[in-house]
């Protein structure tokens, strides 16, 4: 007889996993059947992840019968899944997927179990923070950032939702530490780096230490080992790129600062505009093409803006909701 779970897995692969080995199992009850089609439908990823277990069960339901056999014994000498539970709920989804699901969900690796302790922290527009972690790491927050920190017996998870978190982190070889944003993860046992995560891409960025960063989908994920001074970008389907950087210059914001480096004008407004009250906005697109150097302070708008002015050709105009419009001077 099977007992409801009613505390769903962290992430949104382990929780679709889950739910699609519950619903092949043959005892799904009615109350966990109306659970399960509420968590597709809350999240369009949730669906997404949903889908590709299915995917994965149509495409391995072609294959012959011997081919699935030497799948299976493959996926148990190769895969290990370190939670007996997990392994009941992907067999109970049929032989089909078995090993194709139990491969996927291997990836994420972590244990069905209930966090020890849960954290959440933000910071508002302009507002900055550093948080001292239980374990002694610290999470400096920029500005409208916010994470969810989670502790487990054997790892620590913080999730960044939104906004750029530098981390010095504490070296625990038995309980490493990971950092996820949105599809891609970061795991480390000492080091000091950032994470920031804008609407299309995901960048790491490794002070000291060393740390590896995965992204994709579960069943294609693609993975990047960075060392001090390198720095990845994460885009949805797309290779992870790594180049070499100047990261005491990206992550200048811990300091109140914000340094441009011959930089389109129009990279130069976006990232002020996360640290002003007020907005600029530039009137004309002739004025993307212009570039811009320059060390400012964060807090110092007045001094930005009359840096605009002296070095570039351009009009800045102060409005009465206080926002601030940039035109070509003529």
Request: aromatic share 6%; with cysteine.
């Amino acid at each position: 007889m099977h007992t409801e779970n009613t505390n769903l897995p962290d992430t949104i692969p382990d929780a679709a996993a889950y739910w699609f080995a519950r619903v092949h199992s043959g005892n799904l009850t009615a109350a966990e059947r109306e659970r399960s089609i509420a968590w597709r439908s809350e999240h369009p990823r949730h669906e997404q992840e949903y889908r590709a277990l299915d995917q994965i069960w149509q495409a391995t339901s072609l294959l012959p019968e011997d081919d699935l056999r030497e799948l299976l014994e493959a996926s148990d000498t190769e895969v290990s899944i370190p939670n007996p539970t997990r392994r009941r709920w992907i067999v109970g989804a049929g032989v089909a997927c078995s090993a194709a699901v139990v491969g996927g969900v291997a990836l994420y690796g972590h244990k069905l179990e209930t966090a020890t302790s849960v954290l959440h922290y933000a910071t508002t527009q302009g507002e900055q923070r550093d948080v001292v972690l239980p374990d002694g790491s610290v999470v400096a927050m920029n500005v409208h950032s916010e994470i969810t920190v989670r502790y487990y017996e054997s790892r620590r998870v913080v999730e960044l939702l939104r906004g750029e978190a530098a981390f010095e982190v504490v070296s625990n070889q038995g309980q490493p530490f990971i950092v996820e944003a949105d599809a891609v993860n970061v795991r480390v046992t000492g080091t000091v780096f950032t994470v920031r995560r804008d609407p299309s891409v995901v960048t790491v960025a490794v002070q000291s230490g060393s740390v590896e960063v995965s992204a994709g989908q579960w069943w294609s994920r693609d993975r990047a080992m960075l060392g001090a001074n390198m720095v990845a970008s994460a885009s949805e389907g797309k290779p992870i790129n790594v180049t070499r950087a100047d990261v005491a210059m990206m992550t200048a914001w811990r300091q109140g600062k914000v340094v441009f480096n011959d930089q389109p004008l129009d990279e130069v407004v976006r990232e002020m505009n996360r640290y002003l009250q007020h907005p600029i906005r530039l009137t004309d697109s002739r004025l993307r093409a212009l570039r811009m150097a320059g060390v400012f302070t964060i807090q110092d708008a007045e001094g930005f803006l009359q840096a605009l002015q002296t070095h570039l050709p351009v009009v800045v105009v102060q409005r009465p909701d206080g926002s601030v419009s940039v035109s070509l001077l003529r």
